[in-house]
């Protein structure tokens, strides 16, 4: 059972970032897919998620208009393509797992390591 979340970097504000989240078969069939991310001194937060069939996501208020997750099941891979990127956003991001679109991440079984995302003004 494995998530690895990858694609982070260094960008300047206004850049942008797509994130991606590469399951094992196990791990991503029939589940949910969150997106979460922690900044140092701060509580893990929710950022978005999506369904198995891709027909329902959710969106934290910080990301909407903004990020966009989808996914590509023949790929075993989640995307969170990040535009309009602000410092603020700065924060390492986590993939997980779970059995529907929640933001809580009590509700996620499987999480992978993060990807770190610098966003400098």
């Known amino acids: 059972v494995q998530l690895q979340a990858s694609g982070g970097g260094l960008v300047q504000a206004g850049g942008s970032l797509r994130l991606s989240c590469r399951a094992s078969?196990?791990?991503?069939?029939?589940?949910?897919i969150g997106w979460f991310r922690q900044a140092p001194g701060n509580e893990r937060e929710f950022v978005a998620a999506?369904?198995?069939?891709?027909?329902?996501?959710s969106y934290a208020d910080s990301a909407k208009a903004r990020f966009t997750i989808s996914r590509d099941n023949a790929k075993i891979t989640v995307y969170l393509q990040m535009n309009s990127l602000k410092p603020e956003d700065t924060a390492v991001y986590y993939c997980?797992?779970?059995?529907?679109?929640?933001?809580?991440?009590?509700?996620?079984?499987?999480w992978g390591r993060g990807t770190q995302v610098t966003v400098s003004s």
């Open positions: 078969g196990r791990t991503f069939s029939g589940r949910a």
């Open positions: 999506i369904s198995w069939s891709g027909g329902g996501t």
């Open positions: 997980a797992a779970g059995r529907t679109v929640a933001a809580g991440p009590d509700e996620y079984i499987y």
